[in-house]
């Protein structure tokens, strides 16, 4: 099986690389069973909620996880196929002590990982995550037999998340006019979008949304979004909705078919925030976040900061700020007066919640942010690059003397796959697809 990190997001470690095995995944749940129930004092044994999306190695990894975590005296808690903010909530809301996700998010069905939530549903810290890998190179000590964790099924959890993403709304909130098409990516959403959707009054068309373990995110979702586009403009759609593998990212189509990134969703809800006064402090974007963006923001008097790419980052200067919006343009948005973790549906429900409030469709109501053309391109990774290099900062330099210095450069490594991203943004979107390409050779020189 395809070898990937574990990792707070997912498929990313600290120290090393790990084989996703049964045996490292029981390794692992009995390594997080014990660091993160330590303190654990109560007479109750200490529990964790496990969930998953749809791919196929999820049951053998679900049913390792479960042994380890048993092993350490953890009682288990299973869901079956959930989003990952669904183990969030679930988390908290069931009193547990740990919340584990097993799933390689936006990835094909070959890869697979891991992602860690404390009782409060936030993502572990460095220090906590660095304490479980410790624990993977020492021996596995089962406590005693009368010990050990019990393990049981949440028959409900569905209809539990389900209530709680409904609840994040108004109770006058209703999509009674609206014809949404809802793309689950073959994934963790496939059961719940459509009902939360549903039950909200929308007509909804549901595509993508008959996983087979194989499929989840093969050309469908968030990151393949060409099929949501077409299905929107054959079925006279107002707009379409996609989800990735796990259901914490969104992006959008309006009912011409046009795409809309995280960076317009996010604007859309904090525009709505700030004409509310529910707006508190500022927002929180990333290195990818458009420019546009920041500039408009800027217009409206909101602070704007930005942190390093992935949404963990994103939260954690939301948390050091105390504010409550932030997110990312791949469609990870949080909302932290609604949910503690970044949640597509909850996202998507906020969109709609300022497009109805306003009284427009979700094309007009962003003709007020145009944003700049953004060029990305991926380059595999054959060997280590250094992108600090003075090489490549006279490169970068070139780069934006062809963009004739409006607009911003952006080379880095990826944190999930070895790829470096080279982005390019400003007004001119010729300039920015030269500037682009010029990095692209540059890197494979």
Request: aromatic share 6%.
């Amino acid at each position: 099986m395809t070898r990937k990190y574990f990792g707070t997001d997912g498929i990313r470690g600290k120290t090393g690389e790990y084989p996703i095995t049964p045996e490292f995944f029981i390794k692992l749940g009995y390594a997080a069973g014990i660091v993160l129930t330590k303190s654990w004092n109560n007479e109750r044994k200490p529990s964790v909620v496990i969930g998953k999306d749809t791919r196929i190695s999820g049951y053998m990894l679900e049913s390792a996880l479960e042994s380890g975590f048993s092993s350490a005296g953890v009682d288990v808690l299973l869901t079956g196929p959930i989003p990952t903010p669904a183990i969030a909530f679930l988390t908290k809301s069931l009193g547990a002590q740990i919340g584990v996700v097993i799933s390689a998010s936006h990835n094909s069905f070959e890869d697979n990982g891991i992602k860690f939530f404390s009782d409060l549903g936030l993502k572990l810290s460095d220090t906590v995550e660095s304490e479980i890998e410790a624990l993977l190179e020492k021996e596995i000590n089962p406590i005693s037999p009368n010990k050990l964790g019990k393990a049981r099924r949440i028959n409900d959890a569905i209809d539990r998340y389900v209530s709680f993403c409904k609840n994040t709304v108004d109770p006058s909130f209703n999509l009674n006019s609206l014809k949404i098409i809802l793309d689950c990516a073959h994934g963790a959403t496939y059961q719940v979008a459509p009902k939360v959707f549903s039950d909200l009054g929308a007509n909804v068309i549901t595509i993508n949304n008959k996983p087979d373990g194989l499929n989840i995110n093969h050309n469908a979702g968030s990151i393949y979004p060409e099929f949501l586009q077409k299905s929107v403009l054959n079925n006279s759609a107002d707009l379409g909705i996609a989800f990735d593998g796990d259901g914490d990212r969104v992006i959008m189509s309006d009912s011409n078919g046009n795409l809309i990134d995280g960076d317009q969703l996010l604007f859309l809800i904090v525009q709505n925030y700030f004409n509310k006064d529910k707006l508190k402090g500022g927002v929180v974007g990333t290195l990818m976040t458009n420019l546009a963006f920041e500039e408009q923001c800027k217009k409206m008097g909101i602070p704007f900061l930005r942190s390093n790419v992935g949404d963990r980052y994103v939260s954690e200067l939301l948390y050091e700020k105390d504010w409550i919006l932030g997110g990312e343009n791949s469609g990870h948005i949080l909302i932290a007066d609604k949910h503690s973790t970044g949640d597509g549906i909850i996202s998507a429900l906020q969109v709609l919640n300022a497009i109805i409030e306003i009284k427009q469709p979700i094309e007009e109501a962003l003709k007020v942010i145009l944003m700049y053309p953004q060029i990305l391109i991926n380059l595999p990774l054959t060997k280590k690059v250094d992108l600090t290099s003075s090489v490549m900062e006279c490169a970068i330099n070139e780069a934006k003397l062809i963009m004739e210095n409006k607009g911003r450069v952006l080379v880095r490594e990826s944190g999930t796959q070895p790829l470096v991203r080279v982005m390019t943004e400003g007004p001119d979107r010729e300039k920015a697809i030269l500037a682009a390409e010029f990095l692209i050779e540059k890197l494979k020189s």
